[in-house]
T-cell receptor, first 108, second 115 residues
């Protein structure tokens, strides 16, 4: 079962930063936080992952709190094509357990 | 880099028939996964291969589902006989290895409808 808690939905404005929260209070020291997104009729798309340090790539930034009990995915300039279901996952024993995710709608 | 390839994209069968899905992972990826995604839910892992060996098949309904990866590259997932509740999208994913620091990359899946 998923060990993360995410809001079921959120809206954001096109061109603005989107901050997606995730709680994972029972995370263990060697477990990674992964973020995926799924656009309608496509497979999940890998976004970013991290263990302790903040991470940034061409798609997003991942901010992990010092106690590792929560994290935030930041999409710096949301576009309409970022509308999707976003999954925050704690990788346990090399498995990805997907929860319900957050449905993000980017509005013009 | 080519992504994970899956076929067919869609399949419609009647209950009690059999069906097979094919997956070609990203070149060089040793670990391959099959997931089932029922409408409105997140994907659920069915089986995981490391090269041509099964690492985890604890969630695979073995009375009707089978999977193989004979040469450690392509894989097939079969359902025989299909039930109505098997209607879902079947996703294949691959990763370089099963290290927790290696992301899984997914194909676009096969959408199966059981009549």
């Amino acid at each position: 079962d998923a060990k993360t808690t995410q809001p079921p939905s959120m809206d954001c404005a096109e061109g603005r930063a989107a901050n997606l929260p995730c709680n994972h209070s029972t995370i263990s020291g060697n477990e990674y936080v992964y973020w995926y997104r799924q656009i309608h009729s496509q497979g999940p798309q890998y976004i970013i992952h991290g263990l302790k340090n903040n991470e940034t790539n061409e798609m997003a930034s991942l901010i992990i709190t010092e106690d590792r009990k929560s994290s935030t995915l930041i999409l710096p300039h949301a576009t309409l094509r970022d509308t999707a279901v976003y999954y925050c996952i704690v990788r346990v024993e090399n498995k990805l357990s997907f929860g319900a995710g957050t449905t993000v709608t980017v509005r013009a | 880099e080519a992504g994970v390839a899956q076929s067919p994209r869609y399949k419609i069968i009647e209950k009690r028939q059999s069906v097979a899905f094919w997956c070609n992972p990203i070149s060089g990826h040793a670990t391959l996964y099959w997931y089932q995604q029922i409408l409105g839910q997140g994907p659920k892992l069915l089986i995981q291969f490391q090269n041509n060996g099964v690492v985890d098949d604890s969630q695979l309904p073995k009375d009707r589902f089978s999977a193989e990866r004979l040469k450690g590259v392509d894989s097939t997932l079969k359902i025989q006989p299909a039930k109505l509740e098997d209607s879902a999208v079947y996703l294949c994913a691959s990763s370089l290895n099963w290290d927790g620091n290696q992301p899984q990359h997914f194909g676009d899946g096969t959408r199966l409808s059981i009549l």
